[in-house]
């Protein structure tokens, strides 16, 4: 099983640039929640996709927005790159079904993301 | 709104010798607490979680911890550290068992000395 994983592993962007990043989640999990983490603090929601659709979205702007593909991948896209969008990007994902049991998120290792 | 607050951003202790990271929580809801940990360059692993259930919680490696409803509290110990737990550690609360969206406290640096 090989867990969550993203794409591509680092990133370096130039302000007013556009970035994609990619998530596979873990084999048998149908959501996909993806987080911010700045440079010295804790990670924040940015969004959860579920069945393709955004089912909750943490306090981002537009700018921030998101897919989820029939096989359950996902992208980040950014939009007009600030410097303060500067950090590790992380995707988590869970199982619908697994959820009733209480099973929680499982965390990929993340995209550095630095924008100049 | 719920949130934590990790009351140390950085903690420092000898091998072999007891640890212990605060957090305290606010919820609106029965919460669901958790304690997450980071490794440099590695990403984050689930060390224990809290839903309702027994009120003392244990996790890999070795790791407790104990809601406290009365004192809105969840603190992280382990009897005796290893050079090994040396990194980033994460509380974390959640209203719906850790399905939704996952508040993160602002993290403590755990620090092992030789």
Same mark, same amino acid.
């Given at each position: 099983?090989?867990?969550?994983?993203?794409?591509?592993?680092?990133?370096?962007?130039? +302000?007013?640039?556009?970035?994609?990043?990619?998530?596979?989640?873990?084999?048998?999990?149908?959501?996909?929640?993806?987080?911010?983490?700045?440079? *010295?603090?804790?990670?924040?929601?940015?969004?959860? %996709? %579920?069945?393709?659709?955004? +089912?909750? +979205?943490? $306090?981002?702007?537009?700018?921030?927005?998101?897919?989820?593909?029939?096989?359950?991948?996902?992208?980040?896209?950014? $939009?007009?790159?600030?410097?303060?969008?500067?950090?590790?990007?992380?995707?988590?994902?869970?199982?619908?079904?697994?959820?009733? +049991? *209480?099973?929680?998120? %499982?965390?990929?290792?993340?995209?550095?993301?630095?924008?100049? | 709104?719920? !949130?934590?607050?990790?009351?140390?951003?950085?903690?420092?202790? !000898?091998?072999?010798?007891?640890?212990?990271?605060?957090?305290?929580?606010?919820?609106?809801? !029965?919460? !669901?607490?958790?304690?997450?940990?980071?490794?440099?360059?590695?990403?984050?692993?689930?060390?224990?979680?809290?839903?309702?259930?027994a009120t003392l919680v244990k996790?890999?490696?070795?790791?407790e911890a104990e809601f406290?409803?009365?004192?809105?509290?969840?603190?992280?110990?382990?009897?005796?550290?290893?050079?090994?737990?040396?990194?980033?550690?994460?509380?974390?609360?959640?209203?719906?068992?850790?399905?939704?969206?996952?508040?993160?406290?602002?993290?403590?640096?755990?620090?092992?000395?030789?």
């Amino acid at each position: 099983d090989a867990g969550v994983t993203q794409s591509p592993t680092h990133l370096i962007k130039t +302000r007013g640039q556009q970035v994609t990043l990619r998530c596979s989640p873990k084999s048998g999990h149908d959501t996909v929640s993806w987080y911010q983490q700045a440079l *010295g603090q804790g990670p924040q929601f940015i969004f959860q %996709y %579920y069945e393709e659709e955004e +089912r909750q +979205r943490g $306090n981002f702007p537009d700018r921030f927005s998101g897919h989820q593909f029939p096989n359950y991948s996902s992208e980040l896209n950014v $939009n007009a790159l600030l410097l303060g969008d500067s950090a590790l990007y992380l995707c988590a994902s869970s199982s619908l079904q697994k959820r009733v +049991r *209480g099973e929680t998120q %499982y965390f990929g290792p993340g995209t550095r993301l630095l924008v100049l | 709104a719920q !949130s934590v607050t990790q009351l140390d951003s950085h903690v420092s202790v !000898s091998e072999g010798t007891p640890v212990l990271l605060r957090c305290n929580y606010s919820s609106s809801y !029965s919460p !669901s607490l958790f304690w997450y940990v980071q490794h440099p360059n590695k990403g984050l692993q689930l060390l224990l979680k809290y839903t309702s259930a027994a009120t003392l919680v244990k996790g890999i490696n070795g790791f407790e911890a104990e809601f406290k409803k009365s004192e809105t509290s969840f603190h992280l110990t382990k009897p005796s550290a290893h050079m090994s737990d040396a990194a980033e550690y994460f509380c974390v609360v959640s209203e719906n068992f850790g399905n939704e969206k996952l508040t993160f406290g602002t993290g403590t640096r755990l620090t092992i000395i030789p």
